[in-house]
């Protein structure tokens, strides 16, 4: 079942992305990515190998499928799986019940969930910019971008964790 | 040896990572113009970043030999620079040589010193505080210089040698009390014998000049050109006042346009016709003996 709800929550949150980034244009510095959620709520033991090959296949699926630089969401996605344990590991909790370090999402206190995720997307959005920005631009436009983007996604990020994902996961 | 399983794994992860994210990487330079320019811009930056660290190690490793290069480059340096500074000497040599005979020329004439030649000497030794002063030049047989030649500078006359050897000369100075030089007041033309008689080394005596010639203070004494040691009219020094010697002649003092305490480089004279002057001279001087 719960194998299930991922796999559709997968898949909602692809079509999202794909949704993003056809249709959404608010300005030609900010991206809108959700994928990044993908990659930080697969279930917490699953293994780095796996999520580092998840996330290079959730980033190339969304390069293929939208009209972008192919390999860069892939890049990023796949530099986040590397680090997400590094990232997850201060916020599991031991559970009695399964006796193991759980990470219940659902349950984090706002603070911790937006921690959480601007590490994520300082993780994404700092090679994204780097490679994606134009040539000849300083080092403070690259900047104010990483923190645009950023500050952008982890807002809507956020309302999509507590009003609707925290449901399926 | 078996690797710790943590280790192994980290090793395992960052493998995956590094093949996951070349891939990545080249699919971004395959499909990106302004990406590809980038990625190599950084490839090239990470590429120069380790040539540099591998040429440093390289010419850390090689310092050894080039320590040994720089011995022997130091060694042949050293030897060159003798060299250079021992031709600096001589060239500045022969051309203080000229440089003195330009001024001697300009003082003279071109047609009194046809006659004479001249060559440098470096004074090697100079006494002053003694009455029978004397110096030693850096010229001797072996340079073509020998004894009774007139010895001067542009200032005016230093002596006469009186012993020479292979390479170094006996200059009996100007300042010797048994020294004498035939000399001539400008003015009036009156000769004399200038004589240094002791005291300073400013001033000498031009004895046994003329009653009748004319003596003013700031007169030119000039050689006479009498001798064979020195060309005529060279400047020596100037009159100061005279005394009656005698009721015979004039004792006139004379201050020195040479000064003695500064000799550095000096000209020996060669009369090219002394050799003849004095056989002549001996003739007389036989003559008198027969008498």
């Known amino acids: ?169 | 040896m078996k690797l710790p399983p943590l280790i192994y794994n980290s090793i395992g992860k960052f493998l995956v990572f590094a093949a996951l994210e070349t891939v990545c990487l080249m699919l971004i330079v395959r499909n990106s113009t302004v990406q590809s320019s980038r990625v190599m811009e950084g490839v090239r930056t990470v590429q120069s970043f380790f040539w540099e660290k591998s040429e440093a190690v390289k010419s850390y490793t090689a310092l050894r030999g080039t320590n040994k290069d720089l011995i022997e480059e130091n060694a042949r340096l050293t030897e060159q620079n003798a060299r250079l500074r021992e031709f600096i000497i001589r060239t500045q040599g022969e051309g203080k040589l000229e440089e003195i005979s330009e001024q001697i020329k300009g003082n003279v004439g071109d047609s009194a010193l046809a006659n004479y030649s001249f060559t440098l000497a470096k004074v090697i030794k100079n006494t002053l505080n003694t009455t029978h002063n004397y110096l030693i030049i850096d010229k001797g047989t072996n340079d073509g210089v020998g004894e009774d030649l007139g010895v001067m500078t542009p200032s005016g006359v230093v002596g006469i040698i009186r012993g020479a050897g292979p390479r170094f000369s006996y200059v009996m100075s100007l300042l010797n009390l048994r020294q004498s030089i035939s000399a001539k007041l400008g003015r009036s033309a009156g000769l004399g014998t200038l004589k240094w008689e002791g005291g300073s080394i400013r001033r000498a005596c031009l004895t046994e000049v003329a009653l009748n010639t004319e003596v003013q203070k700031g007169d030119t004494v000039f050689t006479s050109g009498n001798s064979s040691f020195f060309p005529p009219d060279i400047p020596v020094g100037r009159a100061l006042g005279y005394t009656i010697e005698d009721g015979m002649y004039k004792r006139v003092e004379v201050e020195l346009l040479q000064d003695f305490s500064s000799l550095d480089y000096v000209i020996v004279i060669r009369n090219g016709d002394k050799r003849e002057i004095d056989s002549l001279s001996a003739i007389n001087n036989s003559y008198l003996e027969k008498k």
Do not use: H
């Open chain 1, 1 to 169: 079942m719960n194998t299930f709800k991922y796999i559709f929550g997968f898949v909602v949150i692809l079509v999202l992305q794909l949704l993003c980034s056809e249709f959404i244009n608010l300005w030609p510095i900010l991206y809108i990515s959700v994928i990044p959620l993908l990659v930080i709520l697969l279930p917490p033991d699953t293994s780095t190998y796996l999520v580092m090959l998840c996330g290079f296949a959730i980033g190339l699926l969304t390069d293929a499928l939208s009209d972008g630089i192919l390999g860069l969401n892939a890049a990023c996605c796949t530099l986040l799986a590397a680090c997400r344990n590094l990232i997850t590991r201060p916020m599991r909790r031991y559970d009695i019940q399964t006796e193991e370090m759980d990470l219940n999402y659902g349950e984090f206190r706002p603070g911790k969930l937006v921690m959480l995720l601007l590490a994520s997307y300082l993780i994404f959005f700092i090679p994204y910019v780097l490679i994606d920005g134009p040539m000849g631009k300083g080092v403070l436009y690259l900047s104010l971008r990483i923190i645009l983007n950023v500050a952008v996604n982890v807002v809507i990020a956020y309302l999509l964790v507590r009003l609707w994902i925290r449901r399926f996961f």
